[in-house]
């Protein structure tokens, strides 16, 4: 396993961190299994977990907290606030009312007195970066959560709250999670030059691409993943941009054969490659699937790999744009780009 400095913390965590969205219902995961889980991936040497609040209702974080019981200080431990957890119109969103709120129910969740990493899930265009910036300040000072970051901001709002950190000389940001693979890579134009610019620490999710790159879609078999049984239109290949990614898959399958890697070895060494990525977060169901991707923990491309790979999919081009999550609202929302 890999160790990197987490932005300019100084924190080290490992280059493959665990992402635990698929304990509980997501991913059809029991209590034992996710135990036996995060046992198997600090004997693999991971150091490093991340939940959220909203990850199947809290159930995440309280399956979290029980499989770390008594270890607590040897865990880089992350969680994230601001998804909706209920229909409650302000049980969501980056206002001081529901962070400092749900960071005390992630806490009691998780059945510990502090977080290392707590990051807004999404960013709110309803709270200004003063707003949500002084209340994680607050919270970091009263020692709750040790650092706080973001998760899938566009490049614009992260510069626009460091900015705003320093002018009202507030807490800053000091991570970014955003969606990278090689099949997604558009954040290589803007969000990965800002996170170097600013130090900030990146943790890329989904760097499989919820399952396009673990060697288990491929053309001609059935897709049978757990992510396609409740998002079906995400592996639909009459839809043009799931075709172009399993054109691309088999073009990067041939890739990975002439290199004697697995697709997953493929995957995660791209996306661990880039000089702005920290960590990637995998998401295992069963333990196979960790020991799997535990195997790609030390596999550095050679140039002539990442050589082929851009021919495949371009630098800075998302197969799939519309599944970022990261759209500005204006784009979504006709009112708000007409007078």
């Known amino acids: 396993m890999q160790y990197r400095t987490l932005g300019r913390t100084g924190v080290q965590v490992s280059s493959l961190a665990l992402g635990a969205m698929n304990f509980g219902k997501i991913g059809r995961t029991s209590q034992d299994e996710a135990t036996a889980l995060v046992e198997a991936a600090l004997e693999g040497g991971v150091n490093f977990i991340d939940t959220a609040d909203a990850y199947s209702a809290g159930e995440s974080e309280e399956m979290v907290g029980k499989a770390i019981a008594g270890r607590r200080d040897d865990i880089v431990l992350a969680t994230k606030a601001s998804l909706p957890m209920d229909d409650e119109r302000n049980h ?4 001081r009312r529901w962070l400092v709120t749900a960071l005390e129910g992630s806490l009691r969740r998780l059945g510990v007195d502090h977080v290392d990493l707590y990051q807004v899930h999404r960013w709110d265009p309803s709270a200004s970066d003063e707003e949500t910036l002084s209340a994680l300040s607050d919270l970091q000072r009263a020692g709750k959560i040790h650092y706080f970051g973001t998760s899938t901001f566009p490049a614009y709002r992260l510069v626009q709250a460091q900015w705003a950190a320093r002018d009202r000389q507030l807490g800053r940001y000091v991570t970014e999670q955003p969606n990278y693979s090689i099949l997604q890579r558009r954040i290589e134009t803007d969000v990965l030059p ?4 600013y130090g900030l620490g990146v943790l890329a999710w989904s760097p499989l691409a919820s399952g396009w ?26 839809i043009a941009s799931n075709r172009a990614k399993l054109d691309a898959v088999e073009q990067l399958a ?6 004697d890697l697995t697709m997953i070895q493929l995957a995660l060494g791209f996306v661990t490659a880039h000089p702005a990525v920290t960590s990637a977060l995998v998401g295992p169901r069963t333990p196979e699937h960790l020991r799997s991707q535990l195997a790609a923990a030390d596999t550095v491309l050679s140039a002539d790999v990442l050589d082929a790979i851009d021919a495949i999919v371009a630098p800075g081009v998302d197969l799939a744009p519309h599944e970022k999550n990261d759209t500005p609202p204006a784009l979504l929302d006709p009112s708000l780009r007409r007078r």
């Open 92 to 95: 969501r969103g980056g206002s």
């Open 194 to 197: 800002v996170a170097e610019e």
């Open 213 to 238: 790159l673990s060697g288990a879609i491929r053309e001609g078999r059935a897709v049978t993943t757990n992510r396609s049984g409740f998002m079906p239109q995400r592996f639909d290949t009459t």
């Open 254 to 259: 041939g890739v990975a054969d002439q290199a």
